[in-house]
Nanobody, 116 residues
Framework: QVQLVESGGGLVQAGGSLRLSCAAS????????MGWYRQVPGKQRELVAN???????NYADSVKGRFIISRDNAKNTVDLQMNNLKPEDTAVYFC??????????WGQGTQVTVSS
């Protein structure tokens, strides 16, 4: 079992920045891929960015050039630095840890609200 706890959400004006953090505990290791997803009411959860144990990253087109994902394998943490935020970035953001064999774990989510 892996437990994930997110922090760092909040309210920010358009153009501002926020940093989300996710701390993993339990049976966690660098073999897990880690990522951030977001969801707004009435829509499917969508990938924002993910990173594998070796540091390879992948971003949704909508956040490329604005968001940066990073992880610390020694601390079992993954962060999402969000810059130049836009109102359309408003969502609940979820941290994910996925085992190579397929099992995926989720955090409880943290609200990010960007005002125009």
């Amino acid at each position: 079992q892996v437990q994930l706890v997110e922090s760092g959400g909040g309210l920010v004006q358009a153009g501002g920045s926020l940093r989300l953090s996710c701390a993993a505990s339990g049976s966690m290791s660098s073999m897990y891929g880690m990522g951030w997803y977001r969801q707004v009411p009435g829509k499917q959860r969508e990938l924002v960015a993910n990173i594998n144990g070796g540091g390879r990253t992948n971003y949704a087109d909508s956040v490329k050039g604005r968001f940066i994902i990073s992880r610390d394998n020694a601390k079992n943490t993954v962060d999402l630095q969000m810059n130049n935020l836009k109102p359309e970035d408003t969502a609940v953001y979820f941290c994910s840890a996925k085992h190579p064999w397929g099992r995926e774990y989720w955090g409880q989510g943290t609200q990010v609200t960007v005002s125009s």
